[in-house]
Each structure stands twice: as structure tokens, then as C-alpha cells.
């Protein structure tokens, strides 16, 4: 599963197509969050299919564990900056309820590739 073959992890797929909905959603955000809030919450999704990718080219499971946990609270730090936004109503009722179990779903998905990798 290693050698760069992230490709083919059903996790990096979706955590990529998480990366676009995050994008459309944020763009609407207030012109005073885009160095705020908009950019963490982008760069922690983006961090978790990155994570993944960087993960799979290790040499060992131990080491590819190792950037699956980063990738994992990487996901924690996207949920948690869904729930700000949802807070401040930068997101829908709706988007806060999807984006949160498709981060949930994802963060579940890391976690079971981690431990089929133990």
C-alpha cells in the first residue's frame, strides 16, 4: 500500500473531494476572515489529504501511522472550525450538518486504515 499509491485510498479520494466543498462553501465567508478563518480551516483540510499522500510513500507502516495520525487531528481541526463557523453563521444549518459527517466519516477512515496498518 505504500510507494506513493495514495491514488488509490478510497480516505484520499474523499478527503480531496472534501478540499473542494470546503472551498465553494468558504468563499463566501466575510472578506475579514480570509487570512482568519478561511485560511485555517482550507489549510487543515488541505493538511489531511496531504498527510495521507506524504503518509503512503513511507517505508513503513509504523512511519505511515505516524502522518495518518497528523491527518486524523488535522480532521479534529476542520471540525472544530466548522462549529466556529457555524457559530458565526458563515455556514448553513446544512453545510455545518454535512461538512461535519463527511469530516466525521473521514476521520473514521483514517483511523480504520490506521488500524489495519497496526
Same mark, same amino acid.
Given at each position: 500500500?505504500?510507494?506513493?499509491?495514495?491514488r488509490?485510498?478510497?480516505v484520499w479520494?474523499?478527503?480531496?473531494?472534501?478540499i473542494?466543498?470546503?472551498?465553494?462553501l468558504?468563499?463566501?465567508f466575510?472578506p475579514?476572515?480570509?487570512?482568519?478563518?478561511?485560511?485555517?480551516?482550507?489549510?487543515?483540510a488541505?493538511?489531511?489529504?496531504?498527510n495521507?499522500?506524504?503518509?503512503?510513500g513511507? *517505508? +513503513?507502516?509504523i =512511519?505511515?501511522n505516524?502522518?495518518?495520525n %497528523? &491527518?486524523? *487531528? +488535522?480532521s479534529? =481541526?476542520?471540525?472544530?472550525?466548522?462549529? %466556529? &463557523?457555524g457559530r458565526l453563521?458563515y455556514?448553513?444549518?446544512d453545510?455545518i450538518g454535512?461538512?461535519s459527517?463527511?469530516?466525521?466519516?473521514?476521520?473514521?477512515?483514517?483511523?480504520?486504515?490506521s488500524?489495519?496498518?497496526?
Amino acid at each position: 500500500m505504500h510507494n506513493q499509491k495514495f491514488r488509490k485510498l478510497d480516505v484520499w479520494k474523499r478527503s480531496m473531494d472534501f478540499i473542494s466543498v470546503i472551498y465553494k462553501l468558504t468563499v463566501n465567508f466575510p472578506p475579514n476572515e480570509t487570512y482568519g478563518l478561511v485560511s485555517q480551516i482550507r489549510r487543515a483540510a488541505i493538511s489531511i489529504s496531504l498527510n495521507i499522500a506524504e503518509g503512503s510513500g513511507s *517505508r +513503513s507502516d509504523i =512511519e505511515f501511522n505516524r502522518f495518518l495520525n %497528523i &491527518a486524523l *487531528r +488535522s480532521s479534529y =481541526e476542520v471540525n472544530c472550525a466548522i462549529e %466556529i &463557523a457555524g457559530r458565526l453563521n458563515y455556514f448553513s444549518h446544512d453545510d455545518i450538518g454535512y461538512l461535519s459527517n463527511e469530516c466525521d466519516e473521514i476521520s473514521a477512515m483514517i483511523s480504520g486504515l490506521s488500524k489495519y496498518l497496526k
